[in-house]
């Protein structure tokens, strides 16, 4: 939960979390519609289900427990070479080294290396440097926590205290003056821009909503019916009446825009009465329903600006200090393949 969320939403729902479930084998008995609904507002859904697959790997290999080695724990769905040293060492004791963004800083500038940490040559690197270190400590988990620990408060990527910082007597970053030069970042890719257009229908009886295919940005989860874009000219071009012509009386509500990795969406949100007759794909949800269908936190902004529901007072504290949902940044894997056009029948192809 807390890789790539804030903290402070983590704590809204681990405890729920852990209380309905609180051993891998009653995880890995749920459903994934279940588990994505309790992980809901968290984001990055793809972590979800592969927190279920590794519950499961956990039943099927381990005997329904979590393993205590990390080549055990990297085996599992989900779980990468840094989760797995951190659980192994901190809480099992094991020797074994981990390096996340804050361990590679204080190394590279430590050491005087002027390198992309996401370089493989630099990653193997700093792997080695690392498990040298472990060795030779005598614990495994103070070193790892503390070069964490390092990086988090003292060696930050700007402004550094190295005044205050103990290795600064043996930095060579700080002895030739580099240290706003260590670690190399790469330039950043400029994201697209895709224009999404999305209804949203409600009335007495529910809310219409239909689910997003199996791969692509927020893959599997509920939304309301959308149409996307690649283009400007489409978006302007756009006829909703066209568009869904089962559908009458739309009018526009609003629109935002949501950053994610890869590129940024331009939601376009558009507001009716359900028709009579809901078109294929198309499912109408009552409201006692609404919490078992797992939705990204950009949809639950589409609700918000159609006026479905109202903005809860952490969304609006966070947008009014420029941390709005429209600002978060998800995580990689969860776009890693092209996004699928979804039309109002839901039949869908692949971005051109």
Known sequence: MLQQTQVGRVAERFEAFVARWPTAAGLAAATEDQVLAMWQGLGYYRRARRLHEAAKACVARFGGTVPRRAADLVTLPGVGRYTAGAVASIVHGERTAIVDGNVARVLLRVHGRALDPASRSTQDWLWSTAQDLVEQARSAASVNEGLM??????????????????????CVAHRDGTVDRIPVVAAKAVRPTVHWETLVMHDARGL???????????????????????????????????????VAGIVEAGAFTVVTSPRRVAFRVWSAKPPKRLARGWQRVGPELLDEHAMSNAMRRVLETASFVRPTADARAARSHGAADSRRTLAPEDAARPATR???????RREG
């Open 149 to 170: 620990e390092l990086g988090a408060i003292m060696c930050t990527p700007r402004t550094p205290r190295c005044e205050s910082c103990p290795w600064r007597p043996r």
């Open 208 to 246: 219409v909503l239909e689910r997003r295919s199996d791969h692509g940005l927020w893959a599997e989860l509920w939304q309301t019916p959308t149409i996307e874009h690649d283009s400007v000219a489409d978006a302007r071009a756009f006829d909703p009446n066209a568009a869904w012509p089962e």
């Open 342 to 348: 979804v039309r109002s029948n839901n039949r869908s």
